[in-house]
T-cell receptor, first 112, second 114 residues
Framework: KAGVTQTPRYLIKTRGQQVTLSCSPI?????VSWYQQTPGQGLQFLFE???????NKGNFPGRFSGRQFSNSRSEMNVSTLELGDSALYLC???????????FGSGTRLTVV | GENVEQHPSTLSVQEGDSAVIKCTYS??????FPWYKQELGKRPQLIID?????GEKKDQRIAVTLNKTAKHFSLHITETQPEDSAVYFC?????????????FGTGTKLQVIP
């Protein structure tokens, strides 16, 4: 079966711009979580969606937002990009909230 | 909220030796503890997990132990091989108000020296 698909794989944006990242979960997985990964900071939780509802949110500023569609696909948006937003953004899907994540390959965002 | 501490941050072992990575968590309501392996340039992959009602779980050369009283859990890898070289992340899932939140440790870079 198809895995978790994230698009695009790579992205270069300039400061002040906004960006939208997409995540298509494994078929049947209704939970999608987003993480920011930077060297030395590990995996920082952004938010989790389950059945189109945001169930949890991490400690990120309001510039980071997301949503989930009825087919469980999820998008995250970052507005007014800052240099510090450069990171690998990973999404993970699971059948059950927080259990048995399958991660996508990530979107590597570079802000210049 | 939950806080997960992971030690050591780096670990080098000789091939064939054992490796142990330890994590502590702060919230006793956490009920599920997965471990993920991330090879260089690849996505994290679940390698083993344990629920709070179990003290130990084994899968071939890897095992996880959980001490709920002390609020710590550990990953044990025996007979290490070069392909075990990767970054390992522990995590704890906190159940609160019907919602689940997963907090990851900061990772351990394991190097297995042939």
């Amino acid at each position: 079966k198809a895995g978790v698909t994230q698009t695009p794989r790579y992205l270069i944006k300039t400061r002040g711009q906004q960006v939208t990242l997409s995540c298509s979960p494994i078929s049947g997985h209704r939970s999608v979580s987003w993480y920011q990964q930077t060297p030395g900071q590990g995996l920082q939780f952004l938010f989790e969606y389950f059945s189109e509802t945001q169930r949890n949110k991490g400690n990120f500023p309001g510039r980071f937002s997301g949503r989930q569609f009825s087919n469980s696909r999820s998008e995250m948006n970052v507005s007014t990009l800052e240099l510090g937003d450069s990171a690998l953004y990973l999404c993970a899907s699971s059948v059950e909230q927080g259990r048995g994540y399958t991660f996508g390959s990530g979107t590597r965002l570079t802000v210049v | 909220g939950e806080n997960v501490e992971q030690h050591p941050s780096t670990l080098s072992v000789q091939e064939g030796d054992s490796a142990v990575i330890k994590c502590t968590y702060s919230d006793s309501a956490s009920n599920y503890f997965p471990w993920y392996k991330q090879e260089l340039g690849k996505r994290p992959q679940l390698i083993i997990d344990i629920r709070s009602n179990v003290g130990e779980k084994k899968d071939q050369r890897i095992a996880v132990t959980l001490n709920k009283t002390a609020k710590h859990f550990s990953l044990h890898i025996t007979e290490t091989q070069p392909e075990d070289s990767a970054v390992y992340f522990c995590a704890a899932r906190l159940s609160s108000g019907g919602y689940q939140k997963v907090t990851f440790g900061t990772g351990t870079k394991l190097q297995v020296i042939p």
